[in-house]
């Protein structure tokens, strides 16, 4: 007989994620040959990190592609000792906040650096990387 399900039980969760990216396939083309980059609102401006396919400010839907660098600066950041599940192969690992030129943040995880010797300020750079089932993401790393 089974046991009867608890706030403690352990079972596995299979999550699928059916995410259109039409619109937003640049920003992954790009993340694979090297570059960072994110829409702009042909309307009004607006710079949107993730990038966006419909403007969070005038809700415009015509946008084009700014290159954001490589360069960014340390916001802040928080080491992940309990993993989820999903990551529990990686270990604990450090998540940041880096501010690129122009104002636009984002969140990645911070490589090449223990928790200890972080430093809000300290200057980043995105590298892309590419996961064995050949998805590309991207990482900070200290200068």
């Known amino acids: 007989m089974s046991e009867a399900p608890t706030l403690r039980s352990r079972r596995p969760l299979t ?28 309307k009004c401006g607006n710079v949107s990190f993730p990038p966006q396919s419909d403007c969070s400010r005038c809700m415009g839907s015509e946008f084009h592609w700014v290159d954001l660098g490589q360069d960014a600066t340390l916001v802040t950041y928080t080491q992940v000792l309990t993993v989820p599940a999903s990551f ?24 090449g650096v223990t928790a200890e010797d972080a430093t809000p300020g300290m200057k980043l750079r995105v590298e892309a990387r590419t996961r064995s089932d050949g998805s590309p993401y991207y990482v900070f790393v200290p200068v």
């Not at 994620?17 to 042909?42: M, N, Q, Y």
């Not at 604990?92 to 995880?109: C, D, H, M, Q």
């Open 88 to 111: 529990s192969a990686e270990g604990s690992y450090t998540v940041a906040i880096a501010e690129f030129r122009g104002g636009v943040k984002a969140l990645a995880w911070l490589e």
């Open 15 to 42: 999550l699928r994620f059916d995410i259109p990216i039409s619109k937003t396939h640049e920003f992954w083309d790009s993340l694979r040959a090297g570059r960072f980059v994110t829409t702009k609102c042909s």
